[in-house]
């Protein structure tokens, strides 16, 4: 489709909306963990880096410093706790949902402890990890988004109080992270300016890379109805 601007004859293309490649639950299965094991990858890469970690781990590094619960375990109650506000928001879990919970909170621990063998970190090492880390989380969030088998629980919250209050997405995510940032800051968590990177990166990031990598369930084959034999006029 064309259009050209007023005053030109020329036409000028128009963009047009991705549309989701179809995929059989192997594939989206196969991506929906890819993402989320990167996504593991990525919240260790920016925690170890220590130079502001993302609005959520803000809040579990403060938990975690307050209780001496281990990080991963933190995330995975927090998440729990997130999961219990979708009730009076009528949200439901997929498939994706749970495994968002428990890859991600399971894997974190590990990923910390082999990055705590590093020797410490230069100023500029250090950046770089942070860099790599949001970029890394964008195309993790991409991944298990696009693999469309049910949001993770933060997400859900987010698009559930869009859902109830009417307000835009933008305002409702900024004032969600702003509130768990200041939480997660009062309780000993890391704020930085990779803090303010990832929130000023991570949309532009996932806008770009999300519709390369979402699909869509294969449709299911129709089947053709065996026409009914009729007698033939004599």
């Given amino acids: 489709m064309t259009g050209a601007p007023a005053g030109t004859g020329a036409p000028v293309p128009v963009a047009r909306a991705a549309v989701p490649r179809p995929a059989g639950v192997p594939r989206r299965g196969a991506q929906l963990f890819a993402g989320l094991v990167l996504y593991a990858v990525s919240i260790s890469l920016i925690v170890h880096a220590a130079l502001g970690s993302m609005p959520w781990d803000v809040l579990s590094q403060g938990v975690s410093r307050q209780l001496g619960w281990s990080f991963g375990t933190v995330t995975i109650a927090l998440s729990l ?78 698009t559930g109080l ?13 004032v969600i992270e702003v509130v768990v940032v200041a939480l997660g800051w009062a309780l000993g968590g890391t704020v930085g300016w990779g803090t303010v990177g990832y929130a000023l990166a991570i949309g532009p990031i996932v806008h770009v890379l999300l519709p390369r990598f979402t699909l869509r369930a294969t449709p299911t084959p129709t089947p053709t109805p065996t026409p009914t034999p009729t007698s033939t006029p004599r």
């Fill in 162 to 174: 869009v859902a109830r209050t009417g307000r835009p997405v933008r305002v409702v995510r900024v």
């Fill in 81 to 158: 706790v997130v999961l219990a506000c979708w009730i009076p928001l009528r949200q439901r879990p997929g498939f994706g949902t749970v495994a968002n919970v428990l890859v991600i909170g399971l894997l974190v621990d590990p990923f910390l402890a082999l990055l705590a063998r590093l020797p410490d970190l230069a100023w500029p090492a250090a950046a770089a990890m942070t860099v790599s880390g949001i970029v890394l989380n964008g195309l993790a969030t991409a991944l298990y988004i696009g693999a469309r088998m049910g949001p993770g629980p933060r997400d859900g919250l987010m």
